[in-house]
């Protein structure tokens, strides 16, 4: 065994996974990040109000919390009051709903925190199949928090066991929805409905400031594993430590920082995220000049509930986070949607007045009880069903730029897909305002990856098992950008347990 050391670019979610199989196979590991971190003001107002019990807040503190994200340009993900986690949109590419991140723990800083493995058949045509994933699920969760229950949603993904786990107390809106969907047995028809699988530890006090960023830390953030991986005497967090491209030669890989500093090791595990890596690759592989990013389309989908509920659904405790998972297979095509329950926040009247106030001026009161009764679905399609995303190198050759590739269904999808869901929810007593729905930007779902996929036939682009495009047998790209195809799940778990497989089977 080399005495180097392997190195990790990133610090994210697929990062700190590879990096703690790693230290778990007795490597010594450097990590190299970017690694911005929470601006010292945005941090004091999170400590301030995480100093005391929500019910001793002021209405002045939580307005100046809450403003960062509230009044955020359209598309801007700015939890803690801050932009330090997402980087700006590429002006040449304004459509792109996708962006990376530079900061320490990457974009879990910001994100929905829902957590599913996949189903076999979304990815039947992997050279992995969800056998292979599941001890990894159980070892991620090992330092990843998962809050859930065992239902009927475990019989579609059956790659993780919740037994002995607890979801995070459902909102009130969230209980009816369950309750009603537990009278039917969780099955309405061909549809599936359960209780949400959040990223969030039990501690959760139910502050309703999710969209905001929690100010205890209780939505896991890589962040936090990098923390408790920095005591380990083998490992190695390097922060301001841009990448700019590498090398593997006879012995091992180098590594070349933005100050021109050359970092060697003896292998090199990528999970800088798919626009960075994609960026490292083209810069660093001879004849590699384009790659194509596989989307997951996704679109949201307002409904009513006609049923009261117990309690104000405005009231604290309560949290933001999905409160129920739906999944049924795409009409027609196959594959999997899957959909997340959204019930009450206070966006939801803000953006009814900001739509349709100025042509109702005297509406508020309607727009706030409607508010009230709001759920909105945020449903996924696999990427099979949705556009691509082609990446080359700008003449700079310092940054990639984007080529909107579409997919001629996926409108239709989508359409199908929402009225499938529509008719199952009137079941519930949810009716849908079909009018009302919108699909969200290429790119935007987050959930994107693939251009480099592990196949069991390589060629230029795609990978083997162990993410290494030929000729590359020391480089492993772990990431979502090694992902065959893009499930409609949330596909942060399957990307932290497959860059820990990975890890761990890397010789």
């Not at 019910?55 to 960062?68: F, L, P, T, V």
Request: hydrophobic share 40%.
């Amino acid at each position: 065994m080399s005495h180097l050391p392997d190195i990790v670019i990133g610090s994210g979610p697929s990062g700190v996974s590879v990096a703690t199989a790693r230290l778990a196979k007795g490597r010594t590991v450097i990590m190299l990040d970017r690694g911005k971190t929470l601006e010292p003001a945005h941090a004091n107002q999170r400590g301030a109000l995480a100093s005391s019990a929500p019910s001793q807040w002021d209405a002045q503190q939580i307005d100046a919390y809450r403003h960062g994200q509230l009044n955020a340009p359209d598309g801007a993900i700015r939890k803690f009051g801050s932009d330090y986690a997402v980087e700006p949109p590429n002006p040449a590419t304004p459509w792109l709903g996708l962006r990376p991140s530079h900061a320490l723990g990457g974009l879990s800083n910001v994100w929905g925190a829902s957590v599913l493995p996949t189903a076999q058949g979304d990815i039947d045509d992997w050279p992995i199949n969800v056998e292979d994933l599941a001890p990894h699920y159980a070892q991620v969760a090992q330092f990843m928090p998962v809050s859930g229950r065992q239902d009927t949603i475990a019989e579609v993904y059956p790659g993780f066991d919740m037994s002995g786990l607890s979801p995070l107390p459902p909102t009130p809106q969230a209980k009816q929805i369950l309750r009603r969907a537990d009278a039917q047995h969780g099955r309405l028809g061909d549809v599936v409905v359960g209780a949400a699988r959040n990223a969030v530890s039990g501690g959760c006090v139910r502050c309703g400031l999710c969209l905001h960023g929690c100010p205890w830390g209780h939505i896991w953030s890589a962040a936090q594993t990098v923390a408790e991986l920095q005591k380990h005497p083998l490992f190695t967090y390097r922060n301001q430590a841009m990448v700019t491209g590498f090398e593997q030669t006879d012995t091992g890989v180098t590594v070349t920082l933005e100050d021109g500093e050359i970092v060697t090791g003896a292998r090199l595990f990528v999970a800088a995220g798919v626009l960075e890596t994609a960026r490292l690759f083209l810069k660093s592989c001879t004849g590699l000049d384009r790659l194509i990013l596989r989307d997951s389309q996704h679109f949201f989908t307002p409904l009513l509930h006609g049923w009261g509920v117990d309690g104000d659904p405005t009231a604290l405790p309560h949290h933001t986070l999905t409160g129920a998972f739906v999944e049924f297979p795409t009409p027609d095509v196959g594959r999997l949607v899957h959909s997340q329950l959204y019930t009450w926040n206070e966006q939801y009247e803000r953006e009814m007045m900001a739509k349709y106030g100025g042509k109702l001026p005297f509406a508020a009161p309607i727009f706030g009880a409607m508010s009230r009764r709001l759920i909105v679905a945020q449903s996924f399609l696999h990427s099979d069903h949705s556009g691509q995303i082609g990446l080359r190198l700008d003449a700079s050759g310092d940054m990639v730029t984007a080529e909107d590739l579409g997919h001629d269904a996926t409108g239709a999808i989508v359409k199908a897909a929402r009225n499938h869901l529509a008719r199952a929810m009137r079941k519930l007593g949810l009716y849908a305002l079909r009018i009302a729905g919108h699909s969200g930007a290429p790119g935007s779902s987050f959930h994107v990856g693939g251009s480099m996929g592990m196949s069991a036939v390589q060629h230029k682009t795609s990978t083997d098992i162990l993410g290494r495009l030929q000729g590359l047998s020391r480089v492993h790209v772990v990431d979502a950008s090694v992902l065959p195809s893009i499930p409609a799940s949330t596909i942060t778990f399957t990307v932290m347990a497959n860059a820990h497989r990975i890890g761990l089977e890397a010789d």
